[in-house]
């Protein structure tokens, strides 16, 4: 018999299998390769929401995804909820962010605690749960259980990471026998343009921009503050291909990097027609954190600029690599710049699913 698992968290997008589908932008989370290789490890898995007060005890595991829950915790009460009921469970998380999101399960306990209005109306009115007020007042002291576990960081927690990074640079504060990694490329749905990008239509033909039709042009898709802003100006002095911007939709009227956010599987078409692809770093470069895009752009055989301490978990071709270095060179070298990335990048994290397989088995397999 199948051992069983549930998938949970505490947004929309956590609680439903391919619910990137329903999603403007339609990116890709972790999640989807978490799913299909517990699939293929002979696990049967069920992702979805849970409702308060039902009976987990017939999953031999439960992974709960965890969120800020200041920002589109549609999934809030179940959430705290299932974490409270199965305190063995496997924590997970699937933004970069993740100091903001123990903060803010911190700030609710205290709410609960203090009665600062824990139940305030505009959770009710972004709660996709069926349960009523009434239910979901009664277990406060279950919620503040689930937000004291995820808070004394003793649970297992998987994070999405290539192999080789520091996840010190991460600063979760978690026990370092407790963490677990897992590199989703191998089951992720990679877009690339043997596979028409997977936007969902099927052609007979995949169209595809060769070498020679690529555009001498950067681009630069990420959401805009202060620190982005001022990882792009210390690329280059003196640009001489156009940057075209990306994701920047509520930049100020007179902002010259308000812009257009594209479908996923759309940007990953930039990335083939254009030469250059600019990817800010953060705080935790070089920690692995995984991003899809590495992969995005090596596959459509552009070129990547990243921090070096980033590029080191790549390989050696995205280390020491600079836009001005890029913007002066030959056809030639451009091409082999982006054969090299491609091929440290496969190199060192080949898609292998027995790999997946067997980082995923270090935490099912690890002391709850």
Request: net charge negative.
């Amino acid at each position: 018999m199948s051992k069983r698992i549930l998938i949970t968290g505490i947004n929309q997008a956590q609680t439903q299998k391919d619910f990137y589908l329903r999603q403007q932008l339609q990116v890709v989370p972790s999640h989807y390769a978490l799913i299909r290789c517990l699939e293929d490890m002979g696990w049967e898995v069920d992702q979805r929401p849970v409702t308060i007060g039902e009976d987990l005890s017939g999953y031999d595991e439960v992974i709960v995804y965890i969120h800020n829950l200041q920002s589109f915790a549609a999934r809030i009460w179940s959430g705290l909820w299932t974490i409270s009921q199965r305190p063995d469970c496997i924590l997970a998380f699937d933004d970069w962010q993740f100091k903001g999101m123990i903060d803010s399960i911190v700030k609710y306990k205290e709410s609960i605690i203090e009665d600062i209005k824990p139940f305030r109306k505009y959770l009710f009115d972004h709660y996709a749960g069926d349960e009523t007020e009434e239910v979901i007042k009664q277990h406060a002291q279950d919620y503040i259980d689930g937000c004291t576990i995820v808070e004394n960081r003793n649970n297992r927690l998987l994070v999405s990471a290539f192999s080789g990074g520091d996840l010190d640079l991460m600063e979760l504060g978690w026990q370092k026998d407790k963490l677990h990694i897992f590199n989703p490329n191998p089951y992720h749905l990679n877009r690339r343009p043997d596979n028409n990008f997977e936007d969902g239509t099927v052609k007979l033909f995949n169209e595809t921009v060769s070498p020679e039709e690529k555009e001498y042009k950067w681009n630069f898709a990420s959401l805009l503050h202060r620190r982005t802003r001022r990882w792009l100006k210390d690329q280059n002095d003196d640009w001489k291909w156009d940057i075209e911007y990306f994701g920047q939709k509520n930049a100020g009227k007179n902002d010259n990097f308000k812009s257009e956010r594209l479908k996923e599987f759309d940007m990953c078409r930039v990335f083939e027609k254009q030469w250059g692809c600019l990817m800010p770093g953060y705080h935790h470069a070089g920690s692995g954190w995984w991003r899809a895009r590495p992969l995005q752009v090596a596959d459509v055989g552009s070129i990547l600029i990243c921090d070096d301490a980033e590029g080191r978990v790549y390989g050696d071709a995205y280390v020491g690599l600079t836009a001005s270095q890029v913007e002066n060179m030959s056809f030639d070298e451009l091409v082999q710049t982006a054969k090299n990335q491609h091929d440290c990048l496969y190199d060192n994290h080949p898609l292998n699913k027995e790999v997946t397989k067997k980082e995923l088995e270090a935490i099912l397999n690890a002391t709850k």
